[in-house]
């Protein structure tokens, strides 16, 4: 009889039982694409492995019918300057998990509430100031952008890309962005971890000299920027937020994930079990008297 008082205790004073989401194993494996240079004044340069990712808060799931998220998010760019033809950029690519912590009976649905992507095509003049004629162009793209869930599939958003061919004196920025609406990805009873890897390339490209009917020795081609929510890796203007008058905060990669609970144990049921399981050691301890 006090086995079975004990384990009534027990029950009645256990915590609400709960469901967790959460990233975990963030790996960046991000590199070069073409030319790598780092930081090299008339050239170029690419943030290789300095791309940066943000990981939300861990979600709670504590009633039948509740949900929560989390979040991870990416920020990188690529830049050159102008004063040669070379081409330079950054594969970005990172892999996690999404951990989910629940009890053995819990059953959920998991989802990907949606991808967004912004940044900023920029690019400037890089003549000298009695430079004429028009700087051959720059160009700056990123590839389409795949958000691989293990087990599941692909969620694609598709690229951007722009070319700029102006003056020494230009100054010219366009935003771009992308969406995915995602969707359910799976259900499950319990704990359990999902694999996931997003993967895209940003590029930058400068020509050297100028075209049109006059053109100056002193052009020196466009430096050209693609801005994801990084800046200022150069001493050029065009990598830096603050010329085209933004904040960093809305720009890079950002993905939501969503942990639904269809079915958490019932605190009654648990408590009818505890019940039976303490009656049966009584009952063993009883016959072992």
Not at 34 to 49: A, K, P, R, T
Not at 56 to 80: E, K
Not at 262 to 281: D, N, Q, R, V, Y
Request: with cysteine; charged share 15%; glycine share 14%.
């Amino acid at each position: 009889m006090r086995l079975l008082l004990a384990a009534l205790v027990l029950l009645l004073t256990t915590p609400a039982l709960s469901a967790t989401i959460s990233i975990t194993g963030v790996s960046n494996n991000s590199g070069c694409v073409g030319n790598c240079f780092e930081n090299d004044g008339l050239i170029g340069y690419d943030l290789g492995n300095k791309s940066s990712h943000t990981v939300g808060a861990a979600g709670v799931v504590n009633t039948n019918g509740g949900s929560a998220t989390t979040t991870f998010g990416i920020n990188a760019m690529s830049a050159i300057d102008g004063g040669n033809d070379r081409t330079t950029g950054i594969n970005v690519n990172y892999t996690f998990s999404i951990q989910i912590l629940g009890d053995p009976a819990d059953e959920w649905n998991l989802y990907l509430d949606g991808l967004t992507s912004l940044g900023l095509h920029a690019f400037r003049g890089d003549g000298g100031a009695s430079a004429v004629g028009n700087q051959d162009d720059g160009s700056n793209s990123i590839s389409t952008i795949t958000t691989t869930v293990s087990g599941v599939g692909n969620f694609n958003m598709g690229g951007a890309s722009r070319t700029q061919d102006c003056a020494n004196t230009c100054e010219s920025s366009t935003q771009f962005s992308n969406s995915n609406a995602g969707g359910f990805l799976l259900s499950g009873i319990g704990s359990t971890t999902v694999n996931v890897t997003v993967d895209f390339d940003l590029r930058s490209t400068t020509n050297d000299g100028c075209s049109g009917s006059i053109c100056s020795s002193v052009s020196g081609g466009e430096e050209s920027a693609i801005l994801y929510g990084s800046q200022d890796g150069m001493d050029q203007a065009v990598d830096n937020y603050g010329t085209w008058g933004r904040s960093l905060g809305p720009d890079g990669y950002d993905s939501t994930w969503r942990l639904e609970i269809t079915e958490l144990p019932e605190p009654s049921t648990l408590l009818a079990l505890g019940t039976a399981f303490a009656g049966l050691i009584a009952l063993g301890a009883r016959r072992s008297a």
